[in-house]
C-alpha cells in the first residue's frame, strides 16, 4: 500500500461497528477510516452506501455481506470479520469478485466456553429466579425454595467437540461430572483421556444427558438440530444450553418442551432472529420463550463481550486489513481470492474450515 500524506487518497476503511480507540488509530495511521461509533448497526442502505467506496471492511455478527452487495463496491480489496462464525457471510462471492475473506479464528475460544459455563451454572442453580426473589418485597431470608440440580454428579453432553468444546470440558474438570459429546470428528485417544469425555452419537448423547451444551455451528445439517422430535428424545427435566448458533434450536419447539416439562430450562446466548443469512428467519425472539421468565435465562450474546478479549479480536481484524491493503495474504483469510489459485481449492479449503466444530 503506497503511503501518502493526504487524507483523501488513502484507502478507505469503513468498521460497521463501534470499536476501540486503538483500533481506530492502528488503522488512521495508513487509511482513511470510517466507523459506526453508535450502539446501533447501520440498517442495510446506509451500510452499502457507507461500503461503495471502501476499499476494505471491518464487519461483526450483525451485517450480512453477498454477491449483490459486493457488486455495489468495485474497491473492495478485503472484508474482515470480528468474529469466527461466518454464515452471514457470502465467502464464495468473496473469492469470484477477488476479495480476501478474513476471520479471527481462536480468540473467542475461552470467553465463549466461560460463559457456556456460567449458563448452565445459571439456569441449574436458579441463579435469575433468585436474584429475582432477593429483590422483590417478599424476601425475609432463608426459605426452603428454589432448589436447583447443579453440575457436581451430572451428565453432560456437548454437541460440537470444537476448540470451544474442548476448552468447555476442561471447565467441568472440577466438577465430578461424566462427560459425553457427539462431533462428526474424534478427539485422539489422548485428548479424550486428558479432557475425561467419551464419544457417542448424536441421539444416544441427548437421551442420556442431564444438561445439553450446543456449540456448533449453523451449517448443512445443524439448521433446528433441537427441534420437537428431538426435544422428545431428550431425558425428561433435562436443561438445554445454546451457546453456538440460535437456528441450531427451534425456539417454538423449545417453549412447547419446557410448558410441558420435558425441559426443566433453556439458557441461551444465541437466538434465531440473529441469523440473518437465513430467509426465513424469525424477526423477533419467540414470544413464549421471553414470557417464560422461571424456566429460561437469557444473555445478549455475550460470548466474546470480555473488553480485553473484544480489543484483540478488532486488531486482529485490522491487522488482516493492512495485510491485505499492502497486498500481502493476510493471516486469518479463510479463502484465496488471487487468480492464479484455481476456484475449487479455494472452495476445498472453505468447506473443510466449515466443516470444523467451532462457535
Sequence with gaps: MKKTSTLSSRPVVVITHRVHDQVKQLLSAECRVICNDSQESWTPDVLLQQASQADALMVFMPDSVDDHFLSQCPNLKVVAAALKGFDNF?????????????????????????????????????????????????YRGWRP?????????????IIGMGKVGQAFAGLLAGFDTTIFYSDRTRLSPQEESRLRVSRVDFDHLISISDVVVLLVPLQNGTLHL????????????????????????????VAEALASSQLAGYAADVFEMEDWARPDHPQTISARLLANSANTLFTPHLGSAVDSVRLEIELAAARNILKALNGQEPADAINQPRPAEPVVAADERRLALKSQSYQ
Design 145 to 157: 425454595v428454589l432448589y436447583g440440580r447443579g453440575l457436581r454428579g451430572q451428565t453432560i453432553g
Design 226 to 253: 433441537i427441534n420437537k422430535a428431538t426435544l422428545g428424545q431428550m431425558k425428561r427435566g433435562s436443561y438445554l444450553v445454546n451457546v453456538g448458533r440460535g437456528s441450531v434450536v427451534d425456539e417454538e419447539a
Design 90 to 138: 457470502d465467502v464464495e462471492a468473496c473469492t469470484r469478485r477477488g476479495v480476501w475473506f478474513t476471520i479471527v479464528p481462536d480468540l473467542l475460544t475461552q470467553p465463549t466456553a466461560e460463559l457456556a459455563l456460567g449458563l448452565a451454572l445459571g439456569i441449574t442453580r436458579n441463579v435469575l429466579p433468585g436474584d429475582r426473589l432477593v429483590r422483590s418485597d417478599n
